[in-house]
């Protein structure tokens, strides 16, 4: 039984059965009313709280105001009182400690600012081949934040890590309703990412988001984020972390999150879990169904360079003729590991262009494939971006 049973009946108190301003009492939004959050995001499930900006909201800025951040959550926000809150560090340490948020502010504040991205943005993309459950997102499922927190490796250091070490595991204090059973999300890291240190330590255990406490929606009062990695392992409601020679048995890390086709078994089992995200990339304006008229267009976008150390979008290539022939787009801005880059341009479109395509190449060698094989859970679709258009 995990140690944290007692604090998380004692700490967290479910929002099911409230009513909220805005909400009926299935927990669905009221067409029309303001999201009770304040988020400004079209939500694809609102219980629990699934939702992404527009395409043309969300790439207004280089860093991603929390209004226009993408939310993806398994259950409702846990209520969290940041008083009586307790991390607990425990597993294959020297020094199992349970630290308070006033504790944890003793070690030295690190700010980086990194690009966050779901490993199902752009799953609608699959359904042309074979419709997949899951979130049906779009491409809005990203954002970039400064994130303001503490490097996971001084705490480890504090915890003193034994020698055989190989996973940190992280466990969030929502409450998960699978099948019979309620458990918690999770997932682990392997020990050389969780010890990384420098400007940009390898995982951080985050209690500000550009500037401001964590908002409920984005795992107050901590969560990990891991810069490098799908979304997944940023672990929201942060309580527990386990040091283990073994990755982290939560169904989050063991069993989802893994690259599958359902009709073979054996997938399941030779899948490995997705740590790194590739490159990605999209055309955000003009949106989808938009009519253009011959000539110049203007659009932009976003691209993501693979989550390597020192890895930047190298060029980006668009394309009216299906692929006949390129044209780079302008990056915006100065290029930053971790972070995604928007970008511009104007192309040229006939009444013979059916689709303006996108792909972008990184200095790690990453590039956007042309097509991208079709898995059950819709994840890491990064195919060439294709915005079809109908020029009159
Ligand atoms: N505790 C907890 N952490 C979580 C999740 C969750 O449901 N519960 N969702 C994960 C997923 S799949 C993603 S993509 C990111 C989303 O973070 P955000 O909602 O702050 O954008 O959180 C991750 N951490
Ligand atoms: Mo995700």
């Known amino acids: 039984m995990n ?26 939004l009221i067409a029309g009313a303001a999201d009770p959050l304040g988020k400004d995001l079209i939500f694809r499930t609102t219980d629990p709280r699934n939702g992404e900006p527009s395409l043309e909201k969300l790439i207004q800025s280089w860093l991603t105001p929390v209004k226009h951040f993408y939310v993806r959550s398994h259950a409702p926000n846990p209520k969290i009182d940041s008083e009586k809150f307790v991390l607990s560090v425990e597993g294959h ?119 401001e406490p964590l908002s409920p929606d984005h795992g107050y009062p901590l969560r990990t984020v891991v810069p490098g990695y799908i979304g997944a392992r940023s672990v929201k409601w942060l309580g527990r972390i386990v040091v283990s020679d073994k990755p982290s048995p939560n169904h989050y890390l063991a069993n989802a999150y893994k690259l599958v086709k359902n009709t073979d078994p054996i997938d399941w089992t030779e899948a490995g879990p997705i740590y790194r995200y590739p490159i990605n990339g999209a055309i955000a304006t003009p949106a989808l169904d938009t009519k253009v008229s011959a000539g110049a267009v203007d659009i932009a976008g976003y691209v993501l360079p693979t989550g390597r150390p020192n890895t930047t979008a190298e060029r980006i290539e668009l394309s009216s003729d299906n692929g006949a022939t390129w044209q780079a787009a302008r990056m915006i801005g100065k290029a930053s590991e971790y972070c995604w880059q928007l970008w511009k341009s104007r192309i040229r479109v006939t009444t013979d262009s059916k689709a303006i395509i996108l792909r972008a190449f990184d200095s790690s060698g990453g590039f956007m494939p042309q097509r991208v094989p079709w898995n059950a859970k819709g994840y890491l679709q990064n195919s060439w971006f294709r915005l079809p258009i109908s020029v009159q």
């Not at 140690?3 to 009513?19: K, P, W, Y």
């Open 3 to 28: 140690s944290n049973s007692l604090t998380r009946r004692e700490m967290i108190g479910i929002g099911t059965g409230i009513a909220i301003t805005g909400l009926s009492s299935a927990g669905n």
């Open 93 to 211: 340490v020297r020094n199992p400690i349970k630290l308070s948020l006033k504790q944890l502010a003793q070690l030295k504040r690190r700010n980086v600012t990194a690009t966050l991205t779901c490993a199902g943005n752009r799953r609608t993309e699959f359904n042309q081949e074979s419709s997949v459950g899951g979130v049906q997102w779009e491409a809005g499922a990203i954002g970039n934040a400064q994130w303001s927190g503490y490097a996971l490796g001084d705490v480890l250091k504090k915890a003193e890590v034994l020698e055989g070490a190989r996973h940190v595991w992280f466990e969030g204090l929502d409450e998960i309703q699978r099948k019979e059973a309620v458990i918690p999300f999770g997932g682990s890291v392997p020990i050389e990412k969780a010890m990384q240190d420098g400007d940009t330590p390898g995982a951080l255990l985050v209690d500000r988001m550009n500037g």
